[in-house]
């Protein structure tokens, strides 16, 4: 049974850092696409930035050059940088986890930006 579990979240000031972490377990192997979308109250949610297999990256325009997503497969676990927050990245942040097919979702971890 595949489980992720975030964590990293918090309360930040404007202009602060955040990583957010996304721990995987019971996935089958190392190659598996992965990403990071958040949702903030009464909006829909966003993806903010994806990994391929490949290691090819993408990111939102609106988190470009603040955001950065990355994996150490040695722990299991994908991360997202956050530098430069806004309160506009104010939401829940959602690990998800796609491999041979099968989606896999965290629990979501709150980032709140504010004075």
């Known amino acids: 049974q595949v489980q992720l579990v975030e964590s990293g979240g918090g309360l930040v000031r404007p202009g602060g850092s955040l990583r957010l972490s996304c721990v995987h377990s019971?996935?089958?192997?190392?190659?598996?696409?992965a990403e990071w979308s958040r949702q903030a109250p009464g909006k829909q949610r966003e993806e903010v930035a994806e990994?391929?297999?490949?290691?090819?990256?993408q990111y939102a325009d609106s988190v470009k050059g603040r955001f950065t997503i990355s994996r150490d497969n040695a722990k299991n676990t994908v991360y997202l940088q956050m530098t430069s927050l806004k309160p506009e990245d104010t939401a829940v942040y959602y690990c998800?986890?796609?491999?041979?097919?099968?989606?896999?979702w965290g629990q979501g971890t709150q980032v709140t930006v504010s004075p």
């Open positions: 990994i391929h297999s490949y290691d090819g990256k």
């Open positions: 998800h986890i796609r491999q041979n097919g099968q989606d896999y």
């Open positions: 019971g996935l089958r192997k190392d190659t598996y696409f």
